[in-house]
């Protein structure tokens, strides 16, 4: 059974930069659609990042230019490089995987942009 773990959550000041890491135990993140989600208080989920198996990273709006995804193949880790965070990047980041019908999503790491 596919096991996602998000970290590297925390309170940041506004202009600053955090990066997030998802594990995956179970199996590989290669075999898989990649993608960061995020949830801010009192709001829905929304897709932040993705990567598809074989393809190129796409990026939100809200995010594109300041947040990078990636894969990290050696670690089997999935990255997403926050910089430029602004207090609307304050959100429960969230880890997914996707493969045809079936996805996974990880627990959740808290992300808090505030002076």
């Known amino acids: 059974q596919v096991h996602l773990v998000e970290s590297g959550g925390g309170l940041v000041q506004p202009g600053g930069s955090l990066r997030l890491s998802c594990a995956i135990s179970g199996s590989s993140f290669s075999m898989y659609d990649v993608n960061w989600y995020r949830q801010a208080p009192g709001k829905g989920r929304v897709w932040v990042a993705g990567i598809p198996r074989d393809g190129i990273a796409s990026y939100s709006q809200d995010v594109k230019g300041r947040f990078t995804i990636s894969r990290d193949n050696a670690k089997n880790a999935l990255l997403l490089q926050m910089n430029s965070l602004k207090p609307e990047d304050t959100a429960v980041y969230y880890c997914?995987?996707?493969?045809?019908?079936?996805?996974?999503w990880g627990q959740g790491t808290q992300v808090t942009v505030s002076s």
């Open positions: 997914n995987v996707r493969l045809g019908l079936s996805q996974t």
